[in-house]
């Protein structure tokens, strides 16, 4: 007969063998991201804001210690991606799938973290189409369409009427093009001449002196964020465009924080739409930058944003789950999550899985000497309109 005494001892017992069975298992979180190659400053940036996340909330939630295991996927490698995806879940054992900076390799995911039922959260990745590919992803980031919508809108309504678009020729450029001119020509405006670079080493030297022969009031540019914009710029500048009258306009990639500086001042005056400014006038994100700086020793930009956001999304399905992570109850909980994030209130539409955020319209000035994306204009609780 078990004494009452006796229980308690073994209940008591039972209790520190699970607590330490909890303690001992991480909770491991795999991120697939494009470390080495041209799109380097993106993985860059991701892994800075997932890491301060990190930093400033503690690495254990749940009882269980945060395990980053980050793999590279050495640029717009789909078969790559694929393959370290099915790695991290078959060998680590990941409990949660994050990152994907490109398209293509969030597209190859899809199809596995379906199968093996793996909860996924797509830190930039933003052809509109991707969560649409698997129940078990959701996205924080952004999507094309989303952010390309109110600069088709304000171009239009700021008497802007002939444009050229330039967009990179793969998933995300395709959705902005189609996107701005959906809405551009809807508002009465014209294009007048469309062109697809090459996602891989772009000379965009012949691509800029046709748009400057062909006189447009301005150019629309959708460029992956880090070096193409730098590229895209100095041709910018050096074939005297702006000199030429030819107003730049686009979704906030082409002139985005990590490469401003970099720009320099060929940048000043551009007009573009997105969700996060280094700028944004908040004390929740003067905090964000400044503890983001103070880590990294560089200037946030909106993919770190998305990493920081993503692991907000870990760490609150954790908690909501008790440390056991179940898909279906883990996406459950992700639809219709509100974060406070950096760039404002954002939150994960419970039909799409998509997030749902305010999407500014900015302008590049100079404060205290330094350039910056400057916000003076907002869309409220914008969706993705194609999904
Ligand atoms: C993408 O591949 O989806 C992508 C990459 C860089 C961006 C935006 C989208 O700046």
Redesign the pocket.
């Known amino acids: 007969m078990v004494t009452l005494a006796r229980a308690a001892v073994l209940v008591a017992a039972l209790a520190a063998a699970a607590a330490g069975a909890d303690a001992e298992e991480p909770l491991k979180v795999g991120a697939v991201l494009e470390v080495s190659g041209p799109f380097a400053s993106?993985a860059r940036q991701i892994e800075n804001g997932m890491r301060l996340y990190l930093m400033r909330n503690g690495e254990t939630v749940s009882g269980r210690k945060v395990e980053l295991i980050v793999k590279d996927a050495t640029g717009a490698q789909p078969e790559i991606a694929k393959r370290l995806v099915q790695e991290l879940i078959t060998r680590d054992k990941v409990d949660f799938i994050v990152g994907f900076?490109?398209?293509?390799n969030?597209l190859a995911a899809a199809p596995v973290v379906t199968e093996a039922k793996i909860p996924t959260i797509i830190m930039?990745?933003?052809?509109s189409v991707i969560v649409s590919k698997s129940p078990y992803m959701a996205r924080v980031s952004m999507t094309?369409p989303q952010v390309t919508m109110p600069i088709a809108q304000w171009a239009a309504n700021n008497n802007i009427r002939r444009v050229y678009t330039l967009v990179a020729d793969?998933?995300?450029g395709l959705d902005a093009e189609a996107t701005f001119k959906k809405y551009f020509t809807a508002a009465g405006g014209q294009i007048i001449g469309e062109v697809r670079t090459p996602l891989k080493n772009p000379d965009f030297a012949p691509f800029v002196q046709r748009i400057k022969d062909a006189q447009p009031e301005a150019v629309f540019i959708f460029l992956?964020?880090g070096e193409q914009g730098i590229a895209f710029m100095k041709e910018y500048r050096q074939r005297g465009l702006a000199d030429a009258g030819i107003r730049l306009i686009g979704t906030g990639?082409v002139v985005?924080d990590d490469i401003l500086e970099a720009i320099g001042d060929a940048a000043l005056g551009a007009i573009t739409t997105h969700h996060y400014s280094a700028a944004h006038d908040s004390p929740r994100n003067r905090e964000y930058v400044k503890a983001y700086t103070d880590a990294f020793k560089i200037r946030p930009n909106f993919m770190s944003v998305a990493g920081y956001d993503g692991m907000a999304v870990v760490y609150e399905v954790t908690r909501r789950l008790n440390g056991r992570i179940d898909a279906e109850r883990a996406m459950e909980i992700i639809k219709g999550m509100r974060i406070d994030s950096p760039r404002g209130s954002i939150m994960i539409d419970p039909a799409t899985r998509d997030v749902v955020q305010d999407v500014y319209v900015r302008r590049v000035e100079k404060r205290d000497g330094a350039l910056y994306n400057i916000e003076f204009d907002r869309i409220s609780n914008v969706k993705d309109p194609e999904h």
């Open positions: 993106i900076g490109l398209t293509p969030a930039n990745a933003a052809a094309l793969y998933g995300p992956p964020a990639d985005e």
